[in-house]
Structures are given as C-alpha cells and as structure tokens.
Nanobody, 128 residues
C-alpha cells in the first residue's frame, strides 16, 4: 500500500552531521505518522524519532534528544531526520516506517508494532 525508501546514510566522523530522507509513494494519503528506528549489529531495533502529520507532534528517544530533529514535507511526501553531533553509538541501519493508525496514546508511536510499512534501511556509520 505504501512504499518507503530511505536515503542519506553514509560514513561520518564523530561530531559530524547527516540528514536522512524517507520518501513515501503509493497509497500515502492515509498515512498518519512516520517513525525512525535503528538496529545496530547484534542488537534489537531501537526507536529513534517519530512525527505525526496532524499537529506536527514529534517524539524522540532520550538518546538522541537535542541532537536529532525530525521534520516532514507533505508536498514531497518525505520525512527527514537531521542528525547532529553524531556519536559512534549512533552507528546502525536506520529504517523509516509509516502507520495509518490514529487516536493512539502518544507512547504507542514509539512502538514497532504501531507501524505496518517499512523501508529497506540505510546504513549510518560514525567513526571516532
């Protein structure tokens, strides 16, 4: 129903910045929220950030709060994740995900199970 493609990953030194993009296509008119998750080798997926299009509500994991900024461009059907002050522990494959679910408690938008559509991921590597 919805296709998501991440881009913008790469190799960056600690303290540097990257901007990830999540471009949506297909049946996107019913999308309510988009989230970013990441998975490092040998670890479970971790919530990073999310945004609700209505009201511009944003959510951040404590580990990235103050360093990452999520934003959206409805005309381009794209969500961005601006990552500043990157740390080696930010190294992971980053995935964007979309949900059509509405009227949920805010905490649910931090949960993997809330999202049905997932992108293929983009690698972010932060060197020390």
């Amino acid at each position: 129903q919805v296709q998501l493609v991440e881009s913008g990953g790469g190799l960056v030194q600690a303290g540097g910045s990257l901007t990830l993009s999540c471009a949506a296509s297909g049946r996107t008119f019913s999308t309510y929220a988009v989230g970013w998750f990441r998975q490092a080798p040998g670890k479970e997926q971790e919530f990073v950030s999310a945004i609700k299009w209505s009201g511009s509500n944003t959510y951040y994991a404590d580990s990235v709060k103050g360093r990452f900024t999520i934003s959206g461009d409805n005309a381009r059907k794209t969500v961005y994740l601006q990552m500043n002050s990157l740390k080696p522990e930010d190294t992971a494959v980053y995935y964007c995900a979309a949900t059509e679910r509405t009227a949920l408690p805010d905490s649910w938008y931090r949960r993997f199970g809330t999202y049905f559509y997932w992108g293929q991921g983009t690698q972010v590597t932060v060197s020390s």
